[in-house]
């Protein structure tokens, strides 16, 4: 018994020597909404003692995590960066305080009243540790005290933490981008794969005798494309983020003979080349929303020409063109709400062209409609589901190298409605701010005016990377 209570005595002793050492004072949390997922805390820590002391992590169980921060200043950005240990050295203090070394306490896990008291373990390096009580006060704004710069801080770094998901990026098949924090740029690779079938005409296949009886010599088979999209993106402002893109494509298309001495030869045609470019702007209505405005400039070949069964060299039909030849604009709005464990969204876009271009014909207009829902498996992966719907037009105009001899150059069989389901997978690359992402769909519904190609699978992959 003597025994025990001399190693007490030793314990109190050394806890009180080392608390000496270290004094944590002036220690409050920031009081927030009662439905706020992050708040701030801050304090003095003095380090009385003759050695540096290194803080490795804080813990309390009030909250899910404690993080370090600190406030630097970055051309003329003031952003957060996490401290994964914090040295304080011998005969010294640190302060944290709002625009400097601050806590980030995130996930609250009761509420947080004002005059709350919270204790909060300080864990240094050697297994050291000190315990500190926290109280919850109301903060002023005012010279000391920057409310709104403190609170953007706060989003800044609950921004910070969702673009650590897997499931913070759309789907790879959901067209356009997202809003980055500023002076940030992004690249991204992404391919595509795309195979039709023939032949639909409403929500029914039908034969190639059918396509026959309505005076065509010729029918389309299958047809394959493949898409590399080569993108950047830049963050001009918190709110405004500039984004181009350029597709190099490539497609095949197989037909076959109907009619007359090669009735029931096959043949191949194929074009490939660079497509229109494409430059945007994506303006941030709101945490979760984004405006989207897009200009498409005819930089893909549009009189794209191959040699038909017989070996002469014609204009290939409309499916098999490169660029569309016309300026066009998108108008696109896209949402996106983040949970603790889930997350979904949904976007639209409209295409307005804007003019024919100088063969006489366009493509027709276009509107388009995706929603997803996306579940993290854990930090690196998330799993995704989702549907896409798109509604086209029939081209307008007429190429002035129109043939007569397939449906693929008839201006009218090339109006759709269609409705695609998705699976996708991202896959976040550890320590860094690299993604991969994979999705591949299918179509539930396709009514078309026809007859014409009907898809019959879809599968993009990319590669992304923010700098």
Same mark, same amino acid.
């Given at each position: ?127 050291? !540790? ?8 109301? +903060?002023?704004? *005012? =010279?000391? /005290?920057?409310? $709104? ?101 490539? !497609? ?8 007359? +001495?090669?009735? *029931? =030869?096959? /043949?191949?045609? $194929? ?114 589901? *989702? ?81």
């Amino acid at each position: 018994m003597k025994n025990l209570v001399k190693i007490l005595i030793i314990i109190s002793i050394y806890s009180n020597a080392y608390a000496s050492e270290l004094v944590v004072e002036n220690s409050y949390i920031r009081m927030m909404p009662a439905n706020a997922k992050i708040t701030a805390g801050y304090f003095i820590i003095s380090n009385n003692s003759d050695e540096d002391m290194t803080l490795l992590n804080l813990k309390s169980d009030k909250f899910k995590s404690i993080e370090i921060h600190n406030t630097i200043k970055d051309g003329d950005v003031m952003k957060m960066v996490k401290q994964n240990s914090l040295v304080i050295p011998a005969k010294s203090q640190i302060e944290f305080k709002p625009m400097s070394y601050h806590l980030m306490l995130i996930g609250p896990k009761e509420d947080m009243p004002e005059n709350k008291k919270i204790n909060i373990i300080f864990e240094f390096i050697n297994d050291k !540790k000190l315990s500190a009580v926290f109280l919850v006060k109301k +903060m002023q704004e *005012g =010279k000391n /005290h920057d409310h $709104s710069h403190h609170k953007k801080m706060e989003h800044n770094m609950g921004m910070m933490k969702n673009m650590k998901r897997p499931d913070y990026a759309y789907p790879i098949g959901v067209k356009g981008g997202k809003n980055m924090m500023a002076k940030k740029l992004s690249f991204q690779y992404k391919y595509g794969v795309m195979e039709m079938d023939c032949c639909k005409d409403g929500t029914s296949s039908v034969t190639e005798s059918f396509i026959q009886g309505l005076g065509y010599s010729m029918t389309p088979l299958d047809m394959t494309m493949n898409m590399h999209m080569l993108s950047a993106m830049y963050a001009y402002s918190n709110k405004l983020t500039l984004m181009a893109m350029i597709p190099y494509i490539e !497609k095949e298309m197989e037909m076959k003979m109907l009619t007359g +001495m090669m009735a *029931g =030869k096959l /043949h191949k045609t $194929s074009s490939r080349g660079f497509g229109d470019l494409s430059i945007a702007g994506l303006y941030k209505l709101s945490n979760n929303s984004v405006l989207k405005l897009a200009l498409s400039i005819p930089t893909g070949e549009y009189d794209e020409k191959d040699h038909n069964i017989s070996g002469e060299l014609q204009t290939l039909p409309y499916p098999m063109q490169i660029g569309s030849g016309t300026y066009d604009l998108t108008f696109g709005y896209s949402f996106q709400e983040i949970y603790d464990d889930w997350s979904y969204g949904f976007q639209a876009n409209i295409l307005e062209r804007l003019d024919y271009n100088s063969k006489g014909w366009k493509y027709g207009d276009s509107r388009e409609a995706s929603a997803w829902v996306a579940k993290p498996i854990n930090n690196l992966f998330s799993v995704s589901f *989702g549907l896409d719907i798109e509604h086209k037009d029939n081209i307008k105009g007429r190429s002035p190298n129109r043939m007569t001899n397939t449906p693929t150059w008839n201006e009218y069989f090339h109006s759709h409605l269609s409705v695609t389901s998705n699976i996708g997978i991202n896959f976040k690359l550890p320590n860094s701010n690299s993604r991969i992402g994979f999705q591949c769909g299918t179509p539930i519904y396709y009514d078309v005016n026809g007859p014409q190609m009907n898809p019959d699978f879809k599968c993009n992959i990319g590669f992304s990377r923010m700098m």
